[in-house]
């Protein structure tokens, strides 16, 4: 319930007041519930408080940054032993781009290679 309303309020077209205003009105909902299982988002949605509302502004989110650098977080765990650092690249770029890309990349570097 408490999940949805937040949702709702970032999906609503506001201002940064305005969406300031919805989200500590949504904190004092939730904290008025006694659920302790949102004590430290709450902790933590108060302490970036004027950070978080400038998405008002703009709505602008780092979200797709975020997921990117996390994926390349797991293909360097994934790849962990691997000492040629360009098969970690080629891995990488791999799993980030369009597969259909790089089979044509990898066809043209064999006909160059056979032309030889």
């Known amino acids: ?26 904190i004092v909902q939730v904290e008025n519930s006694c659920l302790v299982c949102y004590d430290r988002f709450l902790s933590t ?8 509302v400038n998405y008002f502004i703009a709505r602008h989110s ?12 797991l293909i360097k765990r994934c790849c962990f032993g691997i000492i040629n650092v360009g098969h970690l690249f080629q891995r ?17 570097l064999y006909l160059t290679q056979i032309t030889k």
């Not at 319930?1 to 949702?7: D, E």
């Not at 780092?62 to 977080?73: A, Q």
């Not at 799993?95 to 990898?106: E, H």
């Open 1 to 26: 319930m408490f999940q949805n309303n937040l949702t709702k309020i970032f999906n609503t077209k506001t201002s940064r007041s305005g969406g300031k205003r919805w989200i500590k009105n949504w």
């Open 45 to 52: 949605l108060k302490s970036h408080l004027e950070d978080i």
């Open 62 to 73: 780092s979200g797709f940054v975020e997921g990117f650098n996390n994926k390349i977080k």
């Open 92 to 108: 990488i770029f791999l799993d980030t781009s369009d597969r259909k890309l790089y089979a044509v990349i990898i066809n043209m």
